[in-house]
């Protein structure tokens, strides 16, 4: 009988970490949807704010953008807008901060080359 009650607590700690898992994952689609849209205002020569900026030319991030975390579940890349330097800060809500390959590619910028690091599990 314990067997199948602890078998039954780690189905519930399972479905509560799909869960958390599947709500991280919205979070980050959140946060790049916001980043995007943030760098196509800024390339049409408006800031979030809604106020005109003048600046050159194009969304970039450096070769090796500069990271730093600013806390355990936010991290700050360095990058350029049309000439102008910005700050972008990704807060996903979870321990680690990683980005996901195939979410680079969906942002719009260029210059983002940086090695490469496999984790596995």
Same mark, same amino acid.
């Given at each position: 009988? +314990?067997?199948?009650?602890?078998?039954?607590?780690?189905?519930?700690? @399972?479905? $509560?970490?799909?869960?958390?898992?599947?709500?991280? +994952?919205?979070?980050?689609?959140?946060?790049? %949807?916001? /980043?995007?849209?943030? /760098? $196509?205002?800024? $390339? +049409?020569?408006?800031?979030?704010?809604?106020?005109? +900026?003048?600046? %050159?030319?194009? $969304?970039? *991030?450096?070769?090796?953008?500069?990271?730093?975390?600013?806390?355990?579940?936010?991290?700050?890349?360095?990058?350029?807008?049309?000439?102008?330097?910005?700050?972008?800060? /990704?807060? /996903?809500?979870?321990?680690?901060?990683?980005?996901?390959?195939?979410?680079? &590619?969906? @942002?719009?910028?260029?210059? &983002?080359?940086?090695?490469?690091? *496999?984790?596995?599990?």
């Amino acid at each position: 009988m +314990a067997v199948g009650l602890r078998s039954l607590e780690q189905r519930k700690e @399972l479905e $509560a970490l799909r869960e958390q898992v599947t709500v991280n +994952a919205a979070k980050s689609d959140k946060v790049f %949807e916001d /980043i995007r849209n943030m /760098i $196509a205002t800024m $390339a +049409a020569n408006q800031n979030p704010m809604g106020s005109t +900026a003048s600046m %050159e030319h194009e $969304a970039s *991030l450096p070769e090796n953008p500069p990271q730093e975390v600013v806390d355990f579940r936010t991290m700050r890349l360095h990058g350029s807008v049309k000439g102008k330097t910005i700050n972008i800060l /990704i807060d /996903i809500g979870s321990t680690h901060n990683f980005l996901d390959l195939g979410t680079v &590619w969906q @942002l719009p910028v260029r210059g &983002w080359e940086s090695p490469v690091s *496999l984790i596995s599990t």
